[in-house]
C-alpha cells in the first residue's frame, strides 16, 4: 500500500502543476493579442504558423507579439506565404490578396507552322505541353509567322490555371505572281537576288519589290 504522505505528495505535485498551466494560459490570454487575417478570395486552407502557436479562436487567432508566417491556398491560385508581425502595440488586422494564376492557351493556326505569340508586347513561350502561360484580364494578341501578315485579336483570358482553345487563320503576305519575256530566258532578279529565268512562277512578299529581267545582247529593264 501507498502511505498517506505518498499520496498526498502526489496529490499537491499534480495541483501545482495544474495551477502552473492555469497561470501560464492566464498570462497568456493578459498578453496575447487578438489577430484578425482577411485573405481574398477566401482561402479554401489557411495557417497562421510560428511559436508560441497561435489559438484560433472565433475567426481570429490569439498570438503573442513575434513573427510569424501566413499561409493559405485555393484552387486557381498561387498559394499564399506571408510574413505577419505581430507587434507590442496589438496591430491585429491583416489583408492580403491572392495572386491569380495565368490562364493556359492552346493556339492553333492554319496553315499549322511556327508562330510567335505576342501578349500586350511581350514575347510569351509555350510551356513542356506548348500551352502559353498568359495572365488573367483583357489582353491583345499577335500572332507573327514568316512570310505571313500578323494576326491581332483582343481575348478575354480567364486565367485560374484553366486552358482555353483559340484559332487563327493566317494570311499570305505574298502574291504569286508569273514573269514572262520575249524572248524568253531572261534572268529574273527580285531586291538583286536571283529568281530564275522566264518563263518564271514565283512569289513576291508584301512591300515595294525591285524586279529585274536582263539577257545579253539586250537592254536590261528594270521595273
Same mark, same amino acid.
Do not use: C
Given at each position: 500500500m501507498i502511505p498517506g504522505s505518498q499520496r498526498k505528495g502526489r496529490w499537491?505535485?499534480?495541483?501545482?502543476?495544474?495551477? %502552473?498551466?492555469? &497561470?501560464?494560459a492566464a498570462l497568456f490570454l493578459l498578453l496575447a493579442t487578438p489577430v484578425r487575417i482577411a485573405v481574398e478570395p477566401e482561402p479554401e486552407q489557411i495557417a497562421l504558423r510560428g511559436f508560441p502557436v497561435p489559438i484560433p479562436?472565433?475567426?481570429?487567432?490569439?498570438s503573442l507579439p513575434g513573427d510569424y508566417v501566413l499561409h493559405a491556398e485555393r484552387e486557381g491560385y498561387y498559394p499564399l506565404n506571408e510574413r505577419v508581425v505581430v507587434d507590442d502595440a496589438g496591430q491585429g488586422e491583416f %489583408?492580403?490578396? &491572392?495572386e491569380p494564376l495565368p490562364g493556359r492557351l492552346a493556339i492553333q493556326v492554319d496553315p499549322p507552322i511556327d508562330f510567335t505569340l505576342t501578349v500586350d508586347g511581350s514575347v510569351v513561350e509555350p510551356d513542356a505541353g506548348g500551352l502559353f502561360p498568359v495572365p488573367q484580364g483583357l489582353r491583345r494578341l499577335q500572332l507573327a509567322a514568316e512570310r505571313y501578315l500578323p494576326e491581332?485579336?483582343?481575348?478575354?483570358?480567364?486565367?485560374?490555371?484553366?486552358q482555353q482553345d483559340l484559332a487563327f487563320t493566317l494570311r499570305?503576305?505574298?502574291a504569286a505572281v508569273r514573269v514572262l519575256s520575249e524572248p524568253a530566258g531572261a534572268t529574273v532578279r527580285v531586291d538583286d537576288a536571283i529568281r530564275g529565268e522566264t518563263p518564271l512562277e514565283t512569289e513576291l512578299l508584301q512591300g515595294l519589290r525591285t524586279l529585274q529581267l536582263s539577257l545579253?545582247?539586250?537592254?536590261?529593264?528594270t521595273l
Amino acid at each position: 500500500m501507498i502511505p498517506g504522505s505518498q499520496r498526498k505528495g502526489r496529490w499537491r505535485f499534480l495541483a501545482a502543476g495544474l495551477l %502552473g498551466l492555469l &497561470l501560464l494560459a492566464a498570462l497568456f490570454l493578459l498578453l496575447a493579442t487578438p489577430v484578425r487575417i482577411a485573405v481574398e478570395p477566401e482561402p479554401e486552407q489557411i495557417a497562421l504558423r510560428g511559436f508560441p502557436v497561435p489559438i484560433p479562436l472565433w475567426g481570429r487567432y490569439l498570438s503573442l507579439p513575434g513573427d510569424y508566417v501566413l499561409h493559405a491556398e485555393r484552387e486557381g491560385y498561387y498559394p499564399l506565404n506571408e510574413r505577419v508581425v505581430v507587434d507590442d502595440a496589438g496591430q491585429g488586422e491583416f %489583408g492580403f490578396v &491572392l495572386e491569380p494564376l495565368p490562364g493556359r492557351l492552346a493556339i492553333q493556326v492554319d496553315p499549322p507552322i511556327d508562330f510567335t505569340l505576342t501578349v500586350d508586347g511581350s514575347v510569351v513561350e509555350p510551356d513542356a505541353g506548348g500551352l502559353f502561360p498568359v495572365p488573367q484580364g483583357l489582353r491583345r494578341l499577335q500572332l507573327a509567322a514568316e512570310r505571313y501578315l500578323p494576326e491581332e485579336r483582343d481575348v478575354e483570358v480567364e486565367g485560374l490555371g484553366r486552358q482555353q482553345d483559340l484559332a487563327f487563320t493566317l494570311r499570305p503576305a505574298w502574291a504569286a505572281v508569273r514573269v514572262l519575256s520575249e524572248p524568253a530566258g531572261a534572268t529574273v532578279r527580285v531586291d538583286d537576288a536571283i529568281r530564275g529565268e522566264t518563263p518564271l512562277e514565283t512569289e513576291l512578299l508584301q512591300g515595294l519589290r525591285t524586279l529585274q529581267l536582263s539577257l545579253p545582247g539586250h537592254k536590261t529593264v528594270t521595273l
